[in-house]
T-cell receptor, first 112, second 114 residues
Framework: AQKITQTQPGMFVQEKEAVTLDCTYD???????LFWYKQPSSGEMIFLIY??????QNATEGRYSLNFQKARKSANLVISASQLGDSAMYFC?????????FGTGTSLTVIP | DAMVIQNPRYQVTQFGKPVTLSCSQT?????MYWYQQKSSQAPKLLFH???????NEADTPDNFQSRRPNTSFCFLDIRSPGLGDAAMYLC?????????????FGPGTRLTVT
């Protein structure tokens, strides 16, 4: 079974608008961490934001925020005020015990 | 700046000719990982070292080997590359393997097999 599911292979957003990238996860471990990474065409994976399973509040990092709904097992990334430089692949990931699982990614294109 | 470095960034090898990819880190992290990422796919974990303890994923082909001579360096050896091994290879590090421990990635090595 998939541990991390990203159902949006590709997304488009107008510059300066907000966009939500979906991520659902599957684990029976009460202690886990959720991560979002950005991968531009150059290939490097850039860490964006982290949410712990015990965190009471949604994580925020600048223009990035994480809409964490624990009961639904979802951890959607919200990018506010999109910029052209936000065009990239975005991966949701989960650390569960010793394992680190990645989703299949969402390709985001920001339109001028 | 503390970082994860991968050399070379681009590597071309011939079918069946052994190749070694290198990764070094200045973060002094305990854990180092090697991932294979093919086009438009998620990174796939090949193996990781927790200090000197080697952990191989069950479905990692025997063709792939790794060495970690010290904390800073980790190598990926592909003994007989096939055309299907052409991919981006990502090295990552983390302090431990707890839920909070994010992975820090290098820029990757893009391997072409001719």
């Amino acid at each position: 079974a998939q541990k991390i599911t990203q159902t949006q292979p590709g997304m488009f957003v107008q510059e300066k608008e907000a966009v939500t990238l979906d991520c659902t996860y599957d684990t029976s471990d009460p202690s886990y961490g959720l991560f979002w990474y950005k991968q531009p065409s150059s290939g490097e994976m850039i860490f964006l934001i982290y949410q712990g399973s015990y965190d009471q509040q949604n994580a925020t990092e600048g223009r990035y925020s994480l809409n964490f709904q624990k009961a639904r097992k979802s951890a959607n990334l919200v990018i506010s005020a999109s910029q052209l430089g936000d065009s990239a692949m975005y991966f949701c990931a989960m650390r569960d015990g010793n394992q680190f699982y990645f989703g299949t990614g969402t390709s985001l294109t920001v339109i001028p | 700046d503390a970082m994860v470095i991968q050399n070379p960034r681009y590597q071309v090898t011939q079918f069946g000719k052994p190749v070694t990819l290198s990764c070094s880190q200045t973060l002094n992290h305990n854990v180092m990982y090697w991932y294979q990422q093919k086009s438009s796919q998620a990174p796939k974990l090949l193996f990781h070292y927790y200090d000197k303890d080697f952990n191989n994923e069950a479905d990692t082909p025997d063709n792939f080997q790794s060495r970690r001579p010290n904390t800073s360096f980790c190598f990926l050896d592909i003994r007989s590359p096939g055309l299907g091994d052409a991919a981006m290879y990502l090295c990552a590090t983390s302090t431990r393997t707890g839920p909070r421990d994010e992975q820090y990635f290098g820029p990757g090595t893009r391997l072409t097999v001719t």
